[in-house]
């Protein structure tokens, strides 16, 4: 497709369609539209299933577009329509009547009242916004002092719940490394949302991130993830995928590294996160990178503050219609998409406003879900993907590559007495609860012949046994 087609989208749309195309490109490893290498797989005995956690439903929110102060949307609009020569109507929105910040009043509101309703997701901070300044140096038209503010108060409201990512860079012109700054070039090769990877190799693209994750680290913001700007590495998917593995590992020293890059917003694709080059699971190292896979589109206000779809396409009034709906029954982590420009909307904070709708709606609807950062997903599906799981009359034989909490697994068991779980010297009984609904770690729960077990996974070996 061409570009100035996928121009009349929405950007996250625009995720979606290329996605779409890369399926019909015989790459997708896993038969889906990743594109990646799936890598190792270990055996798993017959009969045994392992559940969400706490035989529950992950759910969250991914917010796009976010960082310190700078209202991003207001700073970009002209860069996008100067790479594409005014060409592109959409970019001709007034975005000199838009306002040049988001308060961090706002950000204290919106994630106190997060808090308060347990929600948890990711949360960009693009470290050097549309090139108006670095957050570890200076943002021209804030002081030095707003500045640390600022960081300081995402370190402390929203950094307990949500995943802090680089946006790449600039989420707006590709920086050169060398000079630290933006390319002459302003054309979409060089704009981090659209050509800059197509034919570069997984090395170039890990420079480029752990050129963000350094400035973020500098702050004292830690990353176990990235997000990508746009249509970042979508012509060049397993290249993104050993980036992300190897800038996140090389920088922030994350067992589980994590990207988000793809969503599907409609059908039956699957949305569970892709494990992907696991390698090394009997040995000291294990190592895989996880895709994460966004279930909505941008609904809440748009990036550009467009009209924003509204609660309904998450969740109807009713609790019986909507996208979430769909993706929570048939038990898929439901990870909501919205960018931070539109959940303030210009300071009429009407994605706000739609998002309050959309969690009342789901803890009226839904008794069991279980809102997760997208690091705390990414690890229990390593755990989930990778874990080898073998059985003997007695008991489950488990070889972890990678610790989890909740890991929930369900099994046929005669009735016997209570599991108990070993873990190196450690012997632990775990405790019987009535139904799903009441399971934690260290706990248990009989339906028939099936033992549902809750219990936090060591890694390494560990031995449930139930005779």
Same mark, same amino acid.
């Given at each position: 497709m061409q570009p100035r087609q996928i121009l009349r989208t929405d950007r996250r749309d625009f995720l979606r369609l290329a996605a779409g195309a890369a399926m019909t490109s015989g790459l997708g490893a896993f038969g889906t539209s990743s594109a990646q290498v799936p890598g190792q797989r270990p055996s798993r005995a017959v009969g045994v299933s392992v559940l969400g956690p706490r035989s529950r439903v992950p759910v969250g929110l991914i917010i796009d577009d976010s960082t310190c102060l700078v209202n991003l949307n207001r700073f970009a609009m002209p860069q996008f329509d100067a790479a594409f020569s005014g060409a592109a109507a959409v970019?001709?929105?007034p975005w000199r009547e838009w306002p040049v910040e988001i308060p961090d009043a706002f950000v204290r509101k919106f994630g106190e009242w997060c808090a308060g309703a347990g929600v948890k997701g990711k949360y960009s901070i693009v470290p050097f916004p549309a090139c108006v300044g670095r957050i570890d140096r200076m943002l021209p038209g804030w002081t030095p002092q707003e500045l640390r503010d600022s960081i300081a108060l995402v370190r402390s409201v929203m950094a307990p719940n949500w995943d802090i990512? #680089?946006?790449m860079t600039t989420h707006t012109r590709v920086i050169d490394l060398k000079t630290g700054h933006p390319f002459e070039e302003s054309s979409p090769k060089f704009m981090e949302n659209w050509e800059w990877t197509t034919g570069r190799s997984a090395d170039e693209i890990a420079a480029y991130m752990a050129h963000a994750l350094r400035i973020l680290k500098e702050v004292g913001l830690h990353c176990d993830g990235i997000t990508t700007p746009?249509?970042?590495g979508n012509k060049a998917l397993p290249q993104l995928a050993q980036a992300t593995l190897d800038a996140i590992r090389d920088v922030s020293k994350s067992e589980v590294p994590h990207y988000f890059?793809?969503?599907?917003?409609?059908?039956?694709?699957?949305?569970? #996160?892709?494990?992907?080059?696991?390698a090394g699971l009997d040995g000291p190292d294990p190592r895989c990178v996880v895709s994460i896979i966004g279930c909505t589109g941008d609904w809440t206000g748009g990036w550009d503050c467009t009209t924003p779809g509204g609660a309904d396409k998450f969740i109807t009034a009713d609790g019986r219609h909507g996208r979430l709906v769909d993706v929570i029954t048939r038990g898929?982590?439901?990870?909501?998409?919205a960018h931070w420009t539109g959940?303030?909307?210009n300071g009429y904070e009407v994605g706000f406003e739609i998002f309050k709708q959309v969690v009342g709606r789901l803890h009226a609807r839904f008794d069991n879900l279980l809102w997760m950062k997208l690091s705390e997903v990414s690890r229990y599906w390593a755990a989930k993907e990778l874990t080898r799981i073998g059985r003997d009359e007695h008991a489950l034989d488990l070889h972890a590559p990678f610790a989890c909490a909740d890991f929930t697994v369900r099994f046929d068991a005669m009735p016997g007495r209570a599991p108990v779980l070993r873990a190196g010297a450690e012997e632990t009984g775990l405790k019987e609860v009535a139904g799903p609904l009441g399971l934690s770690s260290g706990t248990w729960c009989r339906a028939g012949n099936q033992v549902t077990a809750c219990f936090a996974l060591s890694r390494g070996v560990s031995r449930l046994s139930f005779a």
């Open positions: 970019y001709h929105r990512h #680089p946006e746009g249509s970042f890059r793809h969503l599907f917003d409609k059908g039956e694709e699957s949305v569970a #996160p892709r494990v992907e080059l696991a898929e982590p439901a990870l909501m998409v959940i303030y909307f």
